[in-house]
């Protein structure tokens, strides 16, 4: 899964959290090549597996628009469905 890139003039910041709790300690499944050059690890391929540390399970990323250095706008929370006590 790869996000598009913004474009290179707007100066907005973003970040990843996880789609069941909002943790934003999330990390993606990656390999990293040696590079002789540089002579230091280098990203190579960021795969779509997620997994986040707050909820200790896979999960889906949500994008959220950075609205300081250390806060985020997160998306609004999914309505939780209703119950009804059931009739007996």
Do not use: K
């Not at 993606?28 to 540390?53: I, T």
């Not at 707050?54 to 300081?68: N, P």
Request: aromatic share 8%; with cysteine.
């Amino acid at each position: 899964m790869t996000e598009p890139a913004p474009p290179p003039h707007t100066s907005r910041r973003h970040s990843y959290i996880c789609n069941v709790c909002g943790s934003d300690h999330v990390t993606r499944d990656a390999w990293a090549a040696w590079d002789m050059a540089a002579q230091q690890w280098v990203l190579e391929v960021v795969f779509d597996q997620c997994w986040c540390h707050r909820c200790m399970s896979a999960t889906r990323l949500d994008r959220v628009v950075l609205t300081s250095p250390i806060t985020f706008a997160a998306p609004d929370p999914a309505p939780i469905p209703q119950r009804t006590a059931s009739p007996g």
